[in-house]
């Protein structure tokens, strides 16, 4: 599938990466962005070749939040009209937050606006010692509503409430001490860095890297531990030790030798 505002590479160990694509404008969001991005996870979602994903930005800057012209034309939308464009929005952040493999998300230069909401749908994130971030919407008379409960469930209510409300920028260290980042990096050592957690991620059971993923989506959204829920992660976990990977799994470790889903150098 051709793409105008994305690219999407496919390695042959299953690795996928989906780069924002419009540096010349800084991979700033618009209709398009929204639509190809929306129509590319659901290919990778459906895709079982694909074991997990990374979200990046090509040239300076992972994205620069809404694009400036695509504003300008939703000011002349109708109420409806606006309405279905948030809903476009609102598909593309729960179809990243509920895609079947793990996310990461890798960062430089700017992220802004709806970007920080992609970063926040994702599972991990990792960036470079110089990004900025920035809830910058009320600077403009917005709010970030759509990508709000995805920040709000990354970085907490209280520091949700600061950023949202002062538009103030906050560097690569706050946002991981806040939980947004997992690790910072310098510029010179991201693309290692980037190699490093594919290596890592690669070393895991394909199957259970999906099921790890969607038992912690459940568990994540109940309010407390009640029969249900234990009832559900009992069974989930006993489903799971008899699947076949999880049969290879066990024996490989038991045998001492590689699961077959392993390279043989690793």
């Not at 939040?65 to 109708?78: C, H, T």
């Not at 900025?132 to 990354?154: H, K, M, N, T």
């Not at 209510?157 to 560097?171: D, G, W």
């Not at 829920?229 to 049969?247: C, D």
Request: charged share 20%; with cysteine; glycine share 6%.
């Amino acid at each position: 599938m051709t793409y105008q505002t994305l690219q999407l590479d496919k390695d042959s160990r299953g690795v996928a990466t989906l780069w924002l694509n419009r540096p010349e404008k800084n991979n700033a969001f618009n209709a398009e962005v929204i639509a190809e991005l929306i129509q590319a996870l659901k290919v990778i979602g459906h895709d079982e070749a694909i074991r997990f994903l990374i979200l990046r930005g090509r040239g300076r800057h992972f994205s620069a939040g809404a694009d400036l012209a695509w504003m300008q034309a939703s000011a002349k939308l109708s109420l409806k009209e606006n309405q279905d464009d948030a809903q476009r929005l609102s598909t593309l952040m729960e179809t990243l937050h509920g895609l079947p493999q793990p996310t990461l998300a890798v960062v430089q230069g700017a992220a802004f606006g709806g970007a920080l909401g992609l970063i926040a749908c994702c599972d991990m994130a990792i960036g470079v010692q110089d990004a900025v971030f920035c809830l910058s919407e009320v600077r403009i008379g917005l709010a970030p509503a759509v990508i709000s409960p995805y920040v709000v469930r990354a970085i907490g209510e209280r520091a949700t409430r600061r950023y949202s409300l002062t538009a103030e920028r906050f560097s690569s260290g706050r946002a991981q001490a806040l939980g947004l980042l997992d690790e910072v990096y310098p510029a010179d050592q991201l693309e290692a860095a980037v190699n490093e957690w594919k290596n890592n991620l690669l070393l895991n059971s394909p199957a259970a890297l999906k099921a790890c993923k969607s038992l912690l989506q459940q568990v994540g959204t109940a309010a407390t531990l009640d029969d249900e829920l234990k009832g559900y992660t009992q069974h989930f976990i006993a489903a799971l030790r008899v699947s076949p990977e999880a049969q290879e799994g066990l024996s490989a470790f038991l045998e001492k030798r590689t699961p077959s889903w392993q390279e043989p150098s690793a």
